[in-house]
């Protein structure tokens, strides 16, 4: 049985859990592929920013070759649920969104279940692009009526568009910071 009561005082906010490729505030750092059903070559987590300056966080699919069965779902997911009680929102302040070859709907998300396979958030925002698009904008999830312990997830749907077996095949949603604010 753990220690029971109440706590009066302050929170951190924002409370930074990822800044440009520093994790803080947790006791389990990183992020992982919990689920992917894609036939993309590669499915990562973490990756150098285009200009190498900074590690970004989300989720990343590519394909050298072009094939015609890399459409599916992936879904990572920071490795540590957060206490998301005492706030009231989970933001990124500059989603990174680019389809390449295909369209895509990104998710950005947070559930209690550790090892979704489906979109089935407990609040999420979503952001459709189209082919080739590349979008960048802030994204909050309202948690304000959410308590307890969520993992916080990145995920995507991807539609393959072309067949043409020159042209390679990307999937990317990433951020550079991951805050809390009360």
């Not at 308590?147 to 393959?160: A, H, L, V």
Request: proline share 2%; charged share 10%; aromatic share 14%.
């Amino acid at each position: 049985m753990g220690i029971m009561g109440s706590w009066e005082g302050y929170v951190s906010s924002p409370l930074y859990l990822f800044n440009g490729g520093t994790w803080s505030n947790l006791q389990t750092t990183g992020i992982s592929v919990v689920y992917n059903n894609t036939a993309f070559e590669s499915i990562t987590c973490i990756e150098t920013s285009p200009i190498g300056t900074t590690k970004d966080i989300g989720i990343f699919g590519s394909s050298s070759r072009s094939s015609t069965n890399t459409s599916g779902s992936a879904f990572s997911r920071l490795n540590q649920a957060v206490n998301l009680s005492s706030y009231s929102a989970v933001t990124v302040p500059s989603m990174h969104y680019y389809a390449q070859d295909g369209s895509a709907t990104f998710y950005f998300g947070v559930s209690t279940n550790a090892n979704l396979t489906s979109h089935n958030y407990s609040a999420s925002v979503s952001r459709s692009v189209g082919v080739n698009a590349i979008v960048d904008e802030i994204k909050t999830i309202d948690v304000s009526n959410l308590s307890g312990n969520y993992y916080i997830y990145f995920s995507f749907n991807f539609t393959k568009q072309f067949s043409a077996a020159s042209v390679s095949t990307r999937c990317q949603e990433y951020a550079k910071e991951l805050y809390l604010i009360s």
